[in-house]
RNA sequence: GCCUGGGUAGCUCAGUCGGUAGAGCAACGCAUUCGUAAUGCGUAGGUCAGGAGUUCGAAUCUCCUCCCAGGCUCCA
């Protein structure tokens, strides 16, 4: 037996028998290699370790700390829920479990009408523990089509897959199982699973997991397909890295809108009312007021004009935009009049700024118009879909719609989105990528011809603006593409911000003309922008973003005085009177509870200054700071500078975390 | 809309076998006057989401409706 020489991933070349496999490479590179080792990536395509190598192949071995090894990991743990299930529930149909971030899942039909209640994750849990006991290997094994049919006979959905791949397949089939063969992998005589692999080599290479939720899920993804069960779980390369996975969600939970919403007294959703329909309570209302004073004034310097418009139209309205024709389930049904006229709520703003843009003739020398309202807009979302601020029924956008000529598109696209991101980053919002949502096939309007310039305009400008940008073919609405901004926040998490939409089918459709240099009633290009989205959902993302800790410009209450004790009160009356005068949102608590409580109630309340004054403050006309974020109080600064530092402060948009 | 859970005081939650409801915090009152994350004592607070049913008796069991959560589908 001869040797063979393979390449490794820093380039070296390390010989190894004829018919090695990935771990007696990963063998003669190290013990602790080998030991690690979970499966072998050759010539780029992820391999079980099982694999026999050839000779020059590129091999590099794949471990559990690694995006790949965690990948494999979650992908073979959901292989052993798969077992558990069978195992309690003989009968058991499964059909697809993939990983995905930071875990996996599996899709299954219990016999019956049996369902999984919560409670059963905790016997899955131990059913899966004991099989990653029993070490059992993870057996590749190819078989013909017929051969894989038959072996899944009483497995519907495995059934569906393998016809599916054998006539064709789709993406979604292939990334389940190879094309060329039906593979499976077996872990013990009783349990194979479809699968093209790679996994681990033995179940107890596993274990660091947690199953954490039962959910339904539509079989391919399609309403009209039967229901299914989905167990999720989460599954890390070790207990440590489980336990962080598990702090991160509880600090994603401390930082909630919702949860906020209640603590910071914000707003709620009051029952009477109804679903996703909030009520702003005074200091939600103070936030969303500094939200939107600042945001006109930019707009003001923008060149943009005020408009508005009123909450509901005849239907006619909406028949001419195509709005009924597209969205009529997600509307409010009509209020219908004795006339038999049909009014309905305004889902959108744009057929009224279009109105207003045909209220008279227009000429080219207008161009470009902007139309800038908070429109209130109510939609009708599916009572499963409603969630907090971020999707509700009745929300405010800052929306705006631009008229211009075709030559002025491209370089008015490009100054929006410089626009756009000033704005964003004024709000603190920092790290962006950009999405180009195209043409949706089968529910669109307009010419190939219109689509094509207009998805060609926008990924000009994206491309321009220097940030990453990410295709989302088939998202984009019925009369245009867009491009949106998505932002990062502090912990990782992405939101979808502003959307910027290329429109050549609303003027068309309203008959909107102005007239051009050469005299020819001529049909305007229309831009649909939201900067904020909604007034709600981007106060929901900065509350999570800061976790409720605004900035200070941002926070309701501003600053609180506090005396030490009664006879402080005046002083401390004095100096909220002087700050407010500088335009600052300060109150006073009177010294009724100990100074302790005070400070506690005003941290966690997340006032951005609590200010304490006592006899030398008095004496010497200064104040105690203790800034938020901060457990060592400042002592004896002079009100006027404390005024100076605050007021710019909020001028720069600062919050007093930041240093 | 669908699947699985849930709804008890303003908030967070307990409530055993079906025997008419409890804590902490908050609120209110009185006392306390205090230098950086909880002063003490007392008081009040409930259609147990709503409705119907089973039962001698329902927060507890059954059904319907509303609302909430996690997902799926959807998102102009």
Redesign the pocket.
Known sequence: MSDIEDLLPDGSARSVPEGATGLDLAGAIGKRLAKDALAAQINGDLKDLSVALRAGDHVAIVTPSSELGREIIRHSTSHVLAQAVTRLWPGAHYAIGPSITDGFYYDFELPGDA????GDLERIDAEMRSIIREDQPFTRAEFSWADGLALFADQPFKLEIINAVASGGSAEDLDEVDASVVSTYANSPTFRDLCRGPHVPTTSRLGHFKLT??????WR???KRP?L??I?GTAWESEAALEAHLEFLVQAELRDH?RLG?ELDLFS?P?EI???LAVFHPKGGTMRRIMEDYSRNRHVQGGYEFVNTPHISKEDLFLTSG?LQ??AD??YPPMELDDGQKYYLK??N?PFHVLIFKSRQRSYRELPLRFFEFGAVY??????????LT?VRGMTQDDAHIFCTREQMAGELASLLTFVLDLLRDFGLADFYLELSTRPEG?AVGTDAEWHEAEATLADVANAAGLELVMDPGGG??YGPKISVQARDAIGRTHQMSTI?LDFQTPQRFDATYISADNARTQPIMI?RALFGSVERFMAVLLEHYAGNMPTWLSPEQVRVLG????HDAYATSVAEALRRDGVRVTVEE???????R??KA??EKVPY?L??????VAKGTL?V?QRGS?D?E?GVALAEFRQRLNLEIAEHGSPEVT
């Open positions: 369902h999984f209640s919560d939720r039962v959910a339904g899920a539509y993804g399609d309403e229901q069960q989905r999720y919702r209640q959703f029952s109804g679903p996703g709005h597209w969205f997600g509307m889902p959108m744009c939609r009708y979302e599916k009572s499963g879909v409603v969630h907090g999707r529910k609405a019925f939409q649909h030490v004790r009664n006879d010294a009724s509870e100990p100074l302790g409580a400070i506690r941290k966690l609590i304490v004054v006592g006899d030398d403050d105690g203790n457990n109080p002592r």
